[in-house]
């Protein structure tokens, strides 16, 4: 069974946060959770789930959970 939207960023958010990261999306300071997105330069959009090929990566950006959901897609 195919993991949620909700799961996959939980899954994410326990990636390691750094104390000076931001949210990339309103530029808060991150506390706790944080939600770990790929961004494409080829799209310039953000991606959960490892869907972004290698190449096109720009590498991994924090966000907060609530703006996250707002901003990841999953489908490249
Ligand atoms: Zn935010």
Redesign the pocket.
């Known amino acids: 069974m195919k993991a949620t939207k909700e799961q996959v960023l939980a899954q994410q958010s326990k990636m390691q946060l750094d104390k000076y990261d931001v949210?990339a999306?309103?530029?808060?300071q991150l506390k706790g959770n944080a939600a770990w997105l790929e961004l494409s330069f080829k799209t310039n959009k953000y991606y959960i789930d490892n869907v972004v090929p290698q190449e096109e990566s720009q590498g991994y950006f924090p966000?907060?959970l609530?703006?996250a959901k707002k901003v990841a897609f999953s489908v490249y």
Do not use: D, I, M, N
Request: one cysteine or more; aromatic letters at 12%.
């Open positions: 949210c999306c309103c530029g808060k966000f907060g609530t703006c």
